[in-house]
């Protein structure tokens, strides 16, 4: 990413107004949160808003806000109030970063708008009413709730949103691009997958992702000839579960960690794999289909609405449904590229970032419109 905005030859708040001051709510460092709020904050900024980014300090450190022409502050919780108690329009991003922005607003008659990256079903017992008691105080508070997909727009609508509407965050430009000169041959030779099939899946090691049904999965690929590799991008708490099961069932399966080129892992695969339980707008499902790489995922959340009829849907939780879709197109390289020319004609579907920006703006310019109450 630059590390210095790029000026864009366009007026502050050309309508008459004095620049329009918002704040950025980030309640993790999650990517898909992330990318977003760094492609927002750049597109505001360029049409002359004044962005602050609240956000964890590792945030700034991958996604540089400073450099997309924002203010950053770490998220401690006094600078987080002195930011938004000075702004005509604070925009929290997720349901944690909402209920923070909601204690920090107490007070102040600044409109609050939530973007509601998570969802989907909650968890049980204790985890899950605490779950359904945040989402019902967060959508409660804001005075519009944008959803990336229908599915959350519902679910903020029966939390009790007053105002919920569908907002689809676009996909960062660059974000599908292998880096320029980048070999797949070079890529598959590193991972071990020269003479056979890749099958690559990205995202963080939890349960929700489906990583376990997805091992059940490879089980079955060790009879084909060649055996695909299956790598899996990303960290968190399953990893070593999923490594002792790797070693003891002698899956064809690569734990790669974190890694940040994953669009050029994603390059080289012949298939991509979305397991999940649940899935909003989901980076892998875009960046697959961006760069014309065959999909196999779930059809949960908002997925279905996202790739259309460019990709395979299984149900969640069914290995052998799973395995069979990767199988058959593993064996069957016309129908592989039938879905890449699909993927990408779904994904000049999708709204761009000034798309993005331009509707976002307008939600601010409406509030600003508002009678404060």
């Known amino acids: 990413m630059s590390s210095s905005p790029v000026p864009v030859p366009v007026p502050a708040q050309s309508y008459g107004r004095p620049p329009l001051r918002t704040v950025q709510v980030l309640g993790g460092a999650g990517a898909g949160s992330s990318a977003h709020v760094r492609s927002l904050a750049t597109g505001l900024a360029a049409r002359g808003v004044r962005v602050t980014v609240c956000a964890p300090v590792e945030a700034e450190g991958e996604y540089d806000f400073t450099g997309a022409g924002a203010h950053f502050l770490p998220d401690a919780v006094s600078a987080l109030r002195g930011a938004c108690a000075g702004a005509d329009v604070v925009h929290a991003h997720g349901v944690r970063a909402g209920m923070r922005a909601a204690l920090a607003l107490r007070g102040h008659r600044v409109p609050l708008v939530v973007t509601w990256h998570g969802g989907g079903p909650a968890a049980a017992g204790a985890a899950g009413r605490l779950s359904r008691l945040l989402e019902r105080h967060v959508a409660r508070a804001a005075v519009v709730v944008l959803g990336s997909s229908s599915d959350q727009v519902d679910l903020a609508r029966l939390r009790g949103a007053r105002d919920a509407r569908l907002a689809p965050t676009a996909l960062p430009a660059g974000a599908a691009a292998a880096a320029p000169g980048a070999d797949p041959g070079k890529t598959r030779a590193e991972l071990g997958s020269t003479e056979r099939p890749l099958l690559i899946a990205v995202g963080s090691l939890v349960p929700g992702r489906g990583y376990s049904v997805l091992l059940d999965a490879a089980r079955s690929w060790r009879a084909l000839d060649p055996a695909p590799l299956l790598v899996i991008a990303g960290e968190g708490p399953m990893r070593a579960d999923l490594a002792r099961r790797i070693e003891a069932e002698a899956l064809p399966v690569r734990l790669l960690g974190r890694r940040r080129d ?83 004609a779904q994904a000049a579907t999708w709204p761009s970032e000034d798309d993005t920006v331009a509707q976002v703006l307008s939600v601010y310019d409406e509030l600003m419109d508002r009678p404060r109450r």
């Open 262 to 344: 994953a669009a050029q892992l994603l390059a080289a695969a012949d298939v991509a794999v979305l397991p999940s339980r649940w899935e909003a707008r989901s980076l892998l499902a875009q960046e697959a289909l961006r760069a014309g790489v065959a999909l196999v995922a779930t059809r949960v959340g908002g997925v279905p609405e996202l790739v259309g009829d460019a990709a395979v849907l299984v149900p969640y939780g069914d290995p052998g449904a799973l395995a069979e879709a990767v199988s058959g197109l593993l064996a069957d390289p016309g129908r592989r590229a039938a879905l890449s020319a699909a993927g990408r």
